[in-house]
């Protein structure tokens, strides 16, 4: 396994949209494992693929307290959603910021699973933000495109900042 270089915000990549995966083979699943693996480390509690500049509809969630119930979602699709919610949200994109977002409250996902077989899920809570989250990701968007103008010209500054101090 290896630890995969996570792109941060305002990389241009990080608005790429994601092409449905065709096939479901050990290829996909050395990325799975890859994305797994970085994600635990970094740490978090997701990770699409698109943040890993792998422009593929693959996501990686782990909610649990215990870091044992790794999720994979290939192709994932919300077929139902209800509610709204808002929630403080953090990205491994970008370090440091966190910020409240609106989202759907409950929702049922379809997806394959590693193995290529489809299966849905209902979430509520932290899972649901998190998947809605990741999704995002691999239609292009990053949580910050929520906020305020102002909001984003600041976040951008700031990480532009640190990214020149860490060269
Ligand atoms: O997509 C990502 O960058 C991962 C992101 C997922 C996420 C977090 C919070 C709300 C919505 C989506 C993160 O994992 S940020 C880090 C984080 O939230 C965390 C890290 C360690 C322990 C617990 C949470
Ligand atoms: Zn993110």
Same mark, same amino acid.
């Not at 699973?113 to 989250?133: K, R, S, T, Y």
């Given at each position: 396994?290896? +630890? ?13 949209? @994601? ?6 083979? =050990? ?5 799975? @494992? ?24 693959? %996501?990686?969630? =782990? ?7 790794? +999720? ?6 919300? %077929? ?11 990205? +491994? ?8 977002? &609106? /989202? @759907? ?5 379809? @997806?394959?699973?590693?193995?290529? &077989? ?12 998190? %998947?809605?989250?990741?999704? =995002?990701? +691999? ?13 984003? =010209?600041?976040? /951008? ?6 990214? /020149?101090?860490?060269?």
């Amino acid at each position: 396994m290896a +630890l995969l270089q996570i792109l941060h915000y305002p990389d241009p990549r990080l608005h790429t949209v @994601a092409q449905p995966v065709t096939t479901v083979d =050990d290829t996909l699943r050395r990325l799975i @494992a890859d994305m797994a693996e970085t994600m635990y480390a970094a740490p978090g509690i997701g990770l699409a693929a698109t943040q890993v500049n792998h422009h593929v509809r693959l %996501i990686v969630v =782990d909610v649990s307290e215990t870091k044992d119930n790794l +999720l994979v979602f290939i192709n994932p699709e919300v %077929i139902w959603s209800d509610g709204l919610e808002t929630m403080e949200e953090g990205c +491994l994109s970008v370090p440091g910021i966190y910020d409240k977002v &609106q /989202r @759907a409250e409950r929702i049922r996902v379809r @997806a394959l699973n590693a193995q290529g &077989q489809p299966f849905e899920m209902d979430a509520d809570g932290l899972l649901a933000v998190c %998947i809605q989250h990741e999704i =995002d990701h +691999l239609n292009g968007k990053v949580f910050v495109e929520y906020l305020s103008r102002l909001k984003q =010209d600041r976040i /951008r500054q700031k990480l532009k900042k640190q990214q /020149r101090e860490n060269m």
